[in-house]
């Protein structure tokens, strides 16, 4: 078959490809599997409650499910929903307008519009790249561009904690002569950070919206996690936006994956060029998810659900999770990172004696899916045998799926690091 460059580029066998299919055939299996793998948020009650009562509303109330379900939106999306966050950012943060924001098919296509219109070949003839300053970052970035080589890393510092804790810092240095060397487009950072739990502190986010607007760039932070919803996050930590920042929310790690919603709040100029990909690309976003967040907004629910029971459910399982991993892995040589927010646990394992990726094939052998640090690497140029050496553990699941999980996987981490 003759393949066109667009094929080559993303119909390729990427990680994200792999990940998703780990989850969607966990779901469907009839074997035990231990899914300790994909980004599939929990199932909480009382969210669903929640947002079991905010569709019962839009069914009562004369024109909203119609109009939901049978009715495009403009590309920028749902102006009602848009109008109603805006009001909440304002309220509780900084001034924004609606016209800062627009929807997405989730964030994943939010990022797809952005990078792309970011970086790579401009008409003056510079190739532009986004610079991702702190690596392991998102998995999910790594093969959205549309042409080759579209990202710029840099490895970060090591601050050893009490314990068996670690975490990643920004090594600004190596952030400034990237920025010296090779013209970018834009500096993204997920903060909560997938798949460490990173939280950059607020100090290396200023000096990364100093950068940006000093080379007259955005900063793009994926805050997929992070405040106002879901809220999963476990620091404090300021939510910064101004007019050279994109900020990217999405609905699904609250408990909406299905509904498929993105947010982007940036100056108006990124916004329209985001809404005309939006439409070429799909004519609109859907419009279930921002009718159910405006009920959620509406009614007070969102913020009341986000702190008080979507936060402390995660932390609890973190803490779960941190303590079983830890009794389980004990005598063996291992680092965590420390876990701020999202809900994931990073672990490093220094000597380990095969790549990452073997291990994450022996564990699927056995039933566990995890995900090999490999792939959260996108952009690094140099050698880093820390690549091969981390795995990404979600603890999102039920208590015993993840401690029997952690129990298989203390087994065949003690036989990969065996002398
Ligand atoms: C950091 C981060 N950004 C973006 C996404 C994409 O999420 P969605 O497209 O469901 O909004 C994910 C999903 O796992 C994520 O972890």
């Known amino acids: 078959?003759?393949?066109?460059?667009?094929?080559?580029?993303?119909?390729?066998?990427?990680?994200?490809?792999?990940?998703?299919?780990?989850?969607?055939?966990?779901?469907?299996?009839?074997?035990?599997?231990?899914?300790?793998?994909?980004?599939?948020?929990?199932?909480?009650?009382?969210v669903e409650q929640a947002l079991k009562q905010a569709m019962r509303c839009i069914l009562e109330s004369p024109g909203r499910f119609a109009h939901m379900i049978g009715d495009y939106d403009p590309p920028h999306g749902n102006r009602v929903f848009a109008r109603t966050l805006a009001d909440l950012l304002s309220?509780?943060?900084w001034p924004v307008k609606p016209e800062n924001i627009a929807l997405t098919h989730g964030s994943q296509s939010a990022f797809f519009g952005l990078f792309n219109m970011l970086a790579g070949s401009f008409s003056d003839g510079t190739q532009r790249?986004?610079?991702?300053?702190?690596?392991?970052?998102?998995?999910?970035?790594?093969?959205?561009?549309?042409?080759?080589?579209?990202?710029?890393?840099?490895?970060?510092?090591?601050?050893?904690?009490?314990?068996?804790?670690?975490?990643?810092?920004?090594?600004?240095?190596?952030?400034?002569?990237?920025?010296?060397?090779?013209?970018?487009?834009?500096?993204?950072?997920?903060?909560?950070?997938?798949?460490?739990?990173?939280?950059?502190?607020?100090?290396?986010?200023?000096?990364?919206?100093?950068?940006?607007?000093?080379?007259?760039?955005?900063?793009?932070?994926?805050?997929?996690?992070?405040?106002?919803?879901?809220?999963?996050?476990?620091?404090?930590?300021?939510?910064?936006?101004?007019?050279?920042?994109?900020?990217?929310?999405?609905?699904?790690?609250?408990?909406?994956?299905?509904?498929?919603?993105?947010?982007v709040i940036a100056h108006e100029d990124h916004i329209e060029a985001l809404s005309r990909i939006n439409a070429i690309v799909s004519l609109a976003?859907?419009?279930?998810?921002?009718?159910?967040?405006?009920?959620?907004?509406?009614?007070?629910?969102?913020?009341?659900l986000s702190q008080t029971v979507v936060r402390p459910y995660y932390q609890r399982k973190c803490e779960h999770a941190v303590h079983t991993l830890c009794q389980a892995l004990e005598g063996q040589p291992f680092y965590l990172h420390k876990p701020q927010g999202a809900f994931f646990l990073w672990l490093w394992l220094p000597e380990l004696r095969i790549p990452a990726q073997q291990l994450y094939e022996r564990l699927k052998a056995r039933g566990v899916i995890v995900v090999p640090g490999e792939y959260f690497f996108p952009g690094l140029k140099e050698p880093w045998s820390h690549t091969t050496q981390c795995l990404r553990i979600s603890y999102a699941q039920e208590d015993a799926i993840v401690e029997q999980g952690m129990a298989i996987l203390a087994q065949e981490i003690t036989k990969a690091q065996a002398v």
């Open 1 to 46: 078959m003759c393949v066109s460059n667009f094929t080559k580029q993303l119909a390729v066998d990427s990680g994200i490809c792999r990940l998703m299919h780990d989850l969607g055939s966990a779901l469907t299996s009839t074997d035990t599997i231990y899914m300790l793998g994909g980004g599939n948020p929990a199932h909480i009650p009382e």
């Open 129 to 263: 790249k986004i610079l991702l300053p702190l690596i392991p970052e998102y998995i999910g970035y790594s093969d959205l561009g549309l042409e080759p080589d579209l990202f710029v890393s840099a490895i970060p510092t090591i601050e050893h904690l009490d314990g068996h804790l670690f975490k990643y810092h920004v090594d600004f240095d190596r952030i400034e002569s990237a920025l010296k060397q090779q013209t970018m487009g834009a500096i993204c950072v997920s903060r909560p950070t997938n798949p460490t739990g990173n939280v950059l502190t607020n100090h290396e986010i200023q000096t990364l919206s100093t950068l940006a607007s000093h080379y007259q760039i955005p900063l793009i932070i994926d805050n997929a996690y992070g405040l106002p919803f879901p809220g999963i996050i476990y620091e404090d930590a300021e939510l910064v936006w101004n007019e050279h920042t994109i900020l990217c929310l999405s609905l699904s790690k609250l408990g909406l994956p299905g509904t498929r919603t993105g947010i």
């Open 91 to 93: 309220e509780h943060y």
């Open 285 to 304: 976003p859907g419009g279930v998810g921002a009718a159910l967040a405006t009920e959620l907004i509406q009614t007070g629910q969102m913020m009341t």
